[in-house]
T-cell receptor
Framework: QQQVKQSPQSLIVQKGGISIINCAYENTAFDYFPWYQQFPGKGPALLIAIRPDVSEKKEGRFTISFNKSAKQFSLHIMDSQPGDSATYFCAAGARGYNSGGSNYKLTFGKGTLLTVNP | EAGVAQSPRYKIIEKRQSVAFWCNPISGHATLYWYQQILGQGPKLLIQFQNNGVVDDSQLPKDRFSAERLKGVDSTLKIQPAKLEDSAVYLC???????????FGSGTQLSVL
């Protein structure tokens, strides 16, 4: 069961353009929505994150738009640069409960390979 | 601040052999995660520790995978015996309580032939 659906799988934009990556989730218990950036040979690194009490969060050229009723959120990269070329993962987090106690758990999308041409 | 350290960076083994990965989290981080990232997919949680106790191992294939976190610091993940489908990057991550500021290591790329 894929709880976080991410699209597109790959994206090519020109330098200076806007990159948009979309994610949709099913579990209404999710209350934390981060985006991670991963370069080849490296682990994912947190880029920006949002909680469902706000509809938008902006940090520099990166913006998350969040639509709680539609259960969708998206990453917008303004003025895309060749250095932004990487794989981007959306994720959704929720507190879970099991025999070990309570824990926060992240579920990742399948990723989007972004290529920004110079 | 030093990052999450993992070793080895690469490992090639034959199926049915055993393999172990090591992780040293960021100092002071209570929570440690092991993720499996198959090529072309997002990371999938295998096991989560809080200090030296297991909080979630519901997606760990316990017939072949095991993990421990001694003294609430370093952790090892073992696969015995390995299967072809275990070929993946194994990522270790650490953080405080909750999900903010989760830091990943560079991972161990495992190839099972």
């Amino acid at each position: 069961q894929q709880q976080v659906k991410q699209s597109p799988q790959s994206l090519i934009v020109q330098k200076g353009g806007i990159s948009i990556i979309n994610c949709a989730y099913e579990n209404t218990a999710f209350d934390y929505f981060p985006w991670y950036q991963q370069f080849p040979g490296k682990g994912p690194a947190l880029l920006i994150a949002i909680r469902p009490d706000v509809s938008e969060k902006k940090e520099g050229r990166f913006t998350i738009s969040f639509n709680k009723s539609a259960k969708q959120f998206s990453l917008h990269i303004m003025d895309s640069q060749p250095g932004d070329s990487a794989t981007y993962f959306c994720a959704a987090g929720a507190r879970g409960y099991n025999s070990g106690g309570s824990n926060y758990k992240l579920t990742f999308g399948k990723g989007t390979l972004l290529t920004v041409n110079p | 601040e030093a990052g999450v350290a993992q070793s080895p960076r690469y490992k090639i083994i034959e199926k049915r052999q055993s393999v172990a990965f090591w992780c040293n989290p960021i100092s002071g981080h209570a929570t440690l995660y092991w993720y499996q990232q198959i090529l072309g997919q997002g990371p999938k949680l295998l096991i989560q520790f809080q200090n030296n106790g297991v909080v979630d191992d519901s997606q760990l294939p316990k017939d072949r995978f095991s993990a421990e976190r001694l003294k609430g610091v370093d952790s090892t993940l073992k696969i015995q015996p390995a299967k072809l489908e275990d070929s993946a990057v194994y990522l270790c991550a650490s953080g405080g309580i909750g999900l903010e500021k989760l830091f990943f290591g560079s991972g161990t790329q495992l190839s099972v032939l």
